[in-house]
């Protein structure tokens, strides 16, 4: 059973960093799309960053939101993925979650498709104070 779990969310001022990390079991990276959302109070969960395992299977991108300031790494475990966050806003605050989809689906050059994402952390809660 595929498994991924967040963790490293938490409270900063806006201008700080934070560092998620997902981790995953149950599967192997190379045959998948991880990818990071997230998800305000009231609003609907969005897509932040996706990478494929290999360039040649597909791009990374990055919401236009967070372009210059997230940045998505591959772990020294071949299960980890880690999420950057730099130069936080306070609109940033949102329950993150990395999630998982097949291989040439879900991380396209044109944006990020959530529904193509078929299981899901529990999520870690980032907010950022003004």
């Known amino acids: 059973e595929a498994q991924l779990v967040e963790s490293g969310g938490g409270f900063v001022q806006a201008g700080g960093s934070l560092r998620l990390s997902c981790a995953w079991s149950?599967?192997?990276?190379?045959?998948?799309?991880i990818g990071w959302f997230r998800q305000a109070p009231g609003k609907e969960r969005e897509g932040v960053v996706c990478?494929?395992?290999?360039?040649?299977?597909?791009?990374?991108v990055y919401a236009d939101s967070v372009k210059g300031r997230f940045t998505i790494t591959r772990g020294a475990a071949k299960n980890t993925m880690y999420l950057q966050m730099n130069s936080l806003k306070a609109e940033d605050t949102a329950v993150y979650y990395c999630?998982?989809?097949?291989?040439?689906?879900?991380?396209?050059?044109?944006?990020?498709?959530?529904?193509?994402?078929?299981?899901w952390g529990q999520g870690t809660q980032v907010t950022v104070s003004s």
């Open positions: 999630a998982r989809a097949d291989s040439g689906y879900g991380c396209y050059e044109h944006g990020i498709n959530k529904y193509d994402f078929d299981h």
């Open positions: 149950g599967f192997t990276f190379a045959d998948y799309v």
């Open positions: 990478m494929s395992s290999r360039v040649s299977k597909g791009p990374t």
